[in-house]
C-alpha cells in the first residue's frame, strides 16, 4: 500500500505558476500510474493528468500548461501549472493506480489534496 502527501498549494493571480507535488511512502511510485485530479466546489472531481513509465496523459482543458514529470529516485511527481486561469480553482488530489485510465473510480490511493485557487 502506498501512502501520498501533496503539497505546493496556493493563491496565485491569473497567469501564474504553481508547482504541485505529491510524496509517496510505503511503495515506489514506479509500481503505479500516478494520476492527478481536481475537484472545484459544487461539482465531481475530474481528471488533470497521469503518468507512467511510457507516458503521460492530460485532460484537455490542461493540455499545454500543465506538465507532469515523476522523480523515482525522490519517489515523488510533480504537477508544474503554468497560465493559470481563475477556472483552475480547486482542490488538487494525488492518485495511484495500475490504470491509464482517466477516471477517478480506477485510481486507488488517495492524497488528502491541495488547494489551488486563482485570483482574476
Known amino acids: 500500500q502506498v501512502q501520498l502527501v501533496e503539497s505546493g498549494g496556493g493563491l496565485v493571480q491569473a497567469g501564474g505558476s504553481l508547482r504541485l507535488s505529491c510524496a509517496a511512502s510505503?511503495?515506489?511510485?514506479?509500481?503505479?500510474?500516478m494520476g492527478w485530479f481536481r475537484q472545484a466546489p459544487g461539482k465531481e472531481r475530474e481528471f488533470v493528468a497521469n503518468i507512467w513509465g511510457g507516458g503521460s496523459i492530460y485532460a484537455n482543458s490542461v493540455k499545454g500548461r500543465f506538465a507532469n514529470s515523476r522523480d523515482n529516485a525522490k519517489n515523488t511527481v510533480h504537477l508544474q501549472m503554468d497560465s493559470l486561469k481563475p477556472e483552475d480553482t480547486a482542490v488538487y488530489y494525488c492518485?495511484?493506480?495500475?490504470?491509464?485510465?482517466?477516471?477517478?473510480?480506477?485510481?486507488?490511493?488517495w492524497g488528502q489534496g491541495t488547494q489551488v485557487t486563482v485570483s482574476s
Open positions: 510505503g511503495r515506489a511510485i514506479s509500481n503505479y500510474v
Open positions: 492518485a495511484a493506480g495500475w490504470t491509464t485510465r482517466t477516471v477517478a473510480v480506477a485510481y486507488n490511493y
